[in-house]
């Protein structure tokens, strides 16, 4: 997992906050997915109907729910999708230059997520592996 895109998600930081929340932390991936998934759909409607104030609650709340999780990719794009916000809606404008970061930001949502479920999820590991007698490389799966 982390050889193949170690840039996404700090796996540092997901460990530590895995085992210090222990069983709370999958609760805690689960709302990180749905709020993720609304936040996002939030802003991009908010960019299709050019509402700039309705871009900077979605973009804090995935920024401070990726910090929290090691993705920090993913936070800075919604801190700038969030800053630009505020800032155009102070000066009155629509901030049509965040058109690449908002397509950016589902993109990278989309990863991280599929990263955290394959860190969290034994069966995602295993799904690619057939047959009997292949060794399972997620054995740490739900151990503290």
């Known amino acids: 997992m982390n050889d193949e895109q170690p840039d996404i998600v700090d796996w540092g930081l997901f460990e530590k906050n895995r085992s210090e929340l222990g069983p709370g932390f999958i609760r805690i991936l689960s709302y990180f997915r749905e709020d993720g998934s609304k936040s996002v759909a939030q802003i991009e409607e908010a960019m299709r109907e050019e509402n700039t104030p309705a871009l900077v609650i979605p973009a804090h709340t995935i920024k401070g729910e990726a910090r929290q999780l090691g993705a920090e990719p993913l936070a800075k794009i919604a801190e700038l999708i969030e800053s630009t916000a505020r800032l155009c809606v102070e000066t009155h404008r629509f901030p ?23 860190a969290t999820n034994p069966l995602m590991t295993r799904s690619g592996q057939a047959g009997f007698g292949r060794k399972v490389t997620n054995q740490n799966f739900g151990r503290i």
């Not at 690449?100 to 394959?118: A, S």
């Open 96 to 118: 049509d230059e965040l058109v690449p970061q908002v397509v950016e930001l589902r993109n990278l949502f989309d990863q991280t997520v599929h990263l955290f479920d394959r």
